[in-house]
């Protein structure tokens, strides 16, 4: 906790350790920490953070209003719910019907499960008399509310449809209500407008869009279903539309994510063109604050749309610019640029960017492009190219935060134990032998690679390396798997456990790699 604290602020600490007591259900300690009126702030201050749970932090703060047994809180929260179009999952109705319940108030909606599990039992009933629904669209089952059912029942069922991926039943509920000229709420259109977009069904949304606004006035999609109309339209190859789209959003003080912005640069990055990126660049500058973009997004993707119209020159110029006009930095990666132009096999471009690599690292003592030409070349397996620049910029094998970063990433996924052999076989002393070898017991893991792992395990006893605890769980739990037993006493504790031991027993650069 005084690490967060220290690197984090203290503030970030005291959140991290709030969420792990809610968690855990220890809501006492948690209401130490923040007060209902401090958890309405973060809540609130989260409301246009991409990917942000909404029905999950709201869930949160209905947990402590039945923990208070505060229904008036539980049921302003609720307005707040339906005020941001949120999308409550079922759990979170059922919170909130209880506490209401339990002091004798009126629920103000129809919990979800109660009238579809009766459907689904009467459905099951029928199927065992051997008859069938018909009128179903495609061959598949169609999921519709009973009769009797009320608006609200269609509003929640087509959101918790949305929500459970099941699209085309919600799409089909939708236009039942659409011929019966019933009006859903507005959060269920956004619901299933946002699902459409998700699985890449642009015209369908489009469609639910237009029967939104029919049924309601001034409707408008949320930042997040706009957001994925912008990256839908991206991946169609609209990338005019989604510039219009863009322009929309921002018109209406919308905060459009980090993702939308990312695609829709990189897309017109990819067909060339410089003017578009400089003006989503300088669209976006007025949000400020509330869109945390790295400028290299701009940089890295000017410089391809430039290599694109076959200006390589302007492109390297632009690029060189970044290092030499002040100090190398983390945030100065050009890996995107490298890794695109490999894929294309733009050879000659490929010359032009190494040979400024070189320069930077040779006379300006700026190592962060080479490093990253680098690792490109490792991680798409042309070791002899990495070995010809490792001898030409030699300050590479000096840049360890950057050669751990790799190590860390590329561990994560299966397969990948060869370019850390690889890149240990280039650079030998880069990193410890021990924390080296917990890699490569990682990958291992990874890979339900057991012969590989006891060999690992062989070889590190008989060079006399200390073996951590979770590489240790981790060998355990590949001879369990295989129905062997461990020549070792399994360490009792969870891999979280012990993966947090080792973060804690690590420098805080290497912990935070």
């Known amino acids: 906790m005084d690490f967060v604290s220290q690197e984090r ?99 103000p909606f129809e919990v979800p499960e109660v ?90 949304a489009m469609t639910v869009k237009d029967t939104a606004s029919r049924h309601v006035s001034g409707f408008e999609l949320s930042d997040q279903a706009s957001s994925l109309h912008i990256i839908t339209q991206v991946k169609h190859g609209n990338l005019k539309d989604a510039m219009v789209s863009l322009k929309g959003m921002l018109q209406a003080d919308q905060v459009p994510s980090q993702l939308a912005i990312t695609r829709l640069v990189q897309g017109l990055g990819s067909l060339g063109d410089v003017q578009g990126i400089q003006e989503v660049e300088n669209m976006i500058k007025t949000l400020g604050p509330a869109i945390n973009l790295s400028n290299m997004l701009f940089v890295n993707n000017t410089a391809l749309a430039l290599i694109k119209c076959g200006n390589i020159e302007s492109a390297v110029e632009g690029l060189e610019a970044v290092y030499t006009q002040g100090s190398d930095s983390p945030h100065k990666n050009i890996s995107f640029v490298f890794r695109k132009v490999l894929d294309t096999n733009n050879q000659d471009a490929l010359d032009k960017l190494s040979a400024m690599a070189e320069r930077l690292s040779n006379h300006f003592a700026s190592y962060r492009a080479a490093t990253d030409l680098f690792l490109q070349y490792l991680d798409t397996d042309r070791t002899e190219e990495a070995k010809f620049l490792l001898q030409r910029c030699a300050a590479v094998a000096e840049q360890k935060d950057a050669l751990m970063s790799y190590m860390t990433k590329v561990s994560q996924k299966p397969g990948q134990i060869a370019k850390i052999k690889t890149l240990v076989g280039l650079i030998p002393d880069f990193a410890e032998k021990e924390t080296v070898c917990a890699y490569l017991m990682k990958c291992c893991a990874m890979d339900k690679d057991l012969p590989s792992a006891k060999a690992l395990y062989q070889q590190m006893q008989a060079e006399g390396l200390q073996v951590d605890e979770l590489s240790l769980k981790r060998l355990a739990s590949l001879y369990r798997e295989a129905g062997e037993t461990a020549p070792f006493q399994e360490p009792p504790e969870t891999f979280r456990f012990y993966a947090q031991k080792l973060r804690d027993s690590k420098t805080p650069s290497l912990a935070d790699n």
């Open 9 to 107: 602020g203290e503030m970030t600490m005291l959140y991290d350790l709030f969420f792990a007591f809610m968690q855990t259900g220890r809501y006492r300690e948690a209401r130490k920490i923040i007060e209902m009126e401090a958890l309405e702030n973060v809540v609130d201050m989260t409301a246009k953070l991409f990917e942000c749970d909404r029905d999950e932090m709201y869930h949160y703060l209905l947990r402590l209003c039945k923990d208070t047994n505060d229904w008036k809180k539980a049921e302003a929260v609720w307005t707040k719910m339906q005020e941001e179009n949120v999308i409550p999952r079922e759990r979170t109705l059922r919170l909130l019907a209880d506490v209401l319940k339990s002091n004798n108030q009126e629920v």
């Open 115 to 204: 009238w579809y599990e009766q459907h689904e039992a009467n459905h099951n009933s029928e199927k065992a008399r051997g008859e069938r629904l018909k009128g179903n669209e495609g061959g598949a089952s169609r999921v519709s509310p009973p009769k009797e059912a009320s608006t609200a029942d269609y509003h929640l069922r087509v959101m918790t449809l949305s929500k459970k991926g099941k699209i085309q039943e919600a799409f089909n509920i939708l236009k039942e209500t659409d011929r019966k000229g019933i009006a859903l709420g507005p959060a269920s259109y956004d619901a299933l407008i946002k699902a459409l977009l998700a699985s890449g069904n642009l015209e369908d």
